[in-house]
């Protein structure tokens, strides 16, 4: 049975399944789909949005409102969302655009934190977290696992890799590689998220090979073209496979960490 209360605004043409609670003074605005169990605390506004199983919007979440782009004129566009989601006070996602991939797109078992924000036609991977006030520009990537710290900011069309640990207060404009820890202003790889890995269950052997990419890529003195190709012939891991790919699909550069006196 579906729970919502009678202070609540829901639309005409909204789809709610079973198991469903909307609290006091929601507003489910129109072409909203929400799977079972999911809690819609009060005061969210969710509008244009595909919501998966068992999420929680704790409350004032704002879902699928129009994205902040001095070009959009309206356009039917959307917001999509997995399963097992916790989504905390004043969070915003904000629905796609035309230009871009007409939808936002968020993950399972993510946990977006009080007044972070995900920007127009972002995609979010899975088991994401974004601590309290972290925001995501327009058009970013931010692969399974990362961890956004609280006051950090990602300048539009960046990507963040999997498994990166971005320390508070943060500000990235170039792709963070995945496996580090990254921090600053102009945000920069400080070393490996060695804490992450060991939680994840990564083997020593992975572990190495990520380590031994990283110096290969930062530390050898190698062209970046050069030392890509020489992991690749290597083909000595998966996650190196996986680094050498992100960096290959880079358009705003990778970030570089700083350098050593001895460089």
């Known amino acids: 049975m579906k729970k919502i209360h009678q202070t609540a605004i829901v639309s005409d043409d909204a789809e709610i399944a079973d198991g469903v609670e909307i609290g006091p003074y929601a507003i489910i605005g129109p072409e909203v789909k929400i799977g079972e169990n999911t809690y819609i605390g009060p005061h969210c506004v969710i509008e244009f949005s595909k919501i998966g199983r068992n999420n929680r919007f704790v409350t004032s979440c704002f879902i699928g409102t129009p994205p902040q782009d001095y070009k959009y004129s309206n356009e039917k566009t959307y917001v999509e969302i997995g399963d097992n989601n916790i989504i905390r006070e004043g969070a915003s996602i904000h629905r796609g655009t035309p230009n871009g991939h007409k939808l936002t797109k968020l993950g399972s078992g993510c946990f977006i934190m009080s007044n972070s924000h995900i920007g127009h036609d972002c995609v979010v991977g899975d088991n994401v977290i974004m601590v309290n006030a972290s925001g995501l520009a327009g058009h970013c990537t931010v692969e399974n696992n ?22 508070g207060g943060s500000m990235v404009s170039q792709d963070i590689i995945p496996y ?26 992975s572990i190495k090979s990520i ?37 290959k699909g880079s358009k705003r550069g990778i970030s570089r960490p700083k350098r050593t006196d001895n460089e």
């Open 211 to 247: 380590k031994y990419a990283f110096n290969i890529i930062f530390r050898s003195g190698l062209p970046l073209e050069d030392a890509l190709k020489k992991l690749e012939d290597e083909k000595i891991s998966s996650e190196v496979d996986h680094i050498v790919e992100f960096i």
């Open 146 to 167: 990362a961890v956004i710290s609280g006051l950090s900011g990602v300048h539009q069309f960046t990507r963040i890799g999997s498994y990166v640990m971005l320390s």
């Open 180 to 205: 580090v820890i990254a921090q600053g202003d102009r945000a920069k790889p400080v070393g490996l998220n060695m804490v992450g890995l060991k939680r994840a269950g990564f083997s020593a052997y």
